[in-house]
């Protein structure tokens, strides 16, 4: 990505008819419009974070709901398991 050069913005206004001293005070308003908006790499690198730490949070709650839910589909099917077991028993003495 090329970076905006204030000289070549300012000679190009100055082609076009505009005054010295206008061109240069217009390239530099402009430049500091476009450095107002532009993201950095740490503005990247802290939005990264930022989600990770986020999906990172999601996922053990997930994990966190899916452990609880397995424990007691098991703990269900134990159950059921050992009142089979034990009707089993009744019926075939």
């Given at each position: 990505m090329a970076i905006f050069n204030t000289l070549q913005y300012a000679?190009?206004?100055e082609a076009a008819g505009v005054s010295a001293q206008q061109a240069e005070v217009q390239s530099y308003a402009l430049a500091e419009i476009i450095e107002g908006v532009m993201v950095t790499k740490a503005?990247?690198?802290k939005l990264e974070l930022a989600?990770?730490?986020k999906l990172e949070g999601r996922m053990d709650?997930?994990?966190?709901r899916l452990s609880s839910r397995m424990d007691s589909l098991e703990h269900?099917?134990?159950s059921?398991?050992?009142s089979l077991e034990y009707r089993l028993t009744i019926k075939m003495g």
């Open positions: 000679r190009k206004l503005d990247l690198e989600v990770v730490n709650a997930v994990d966190a269900s099917l134990s059921r398991m050992d």
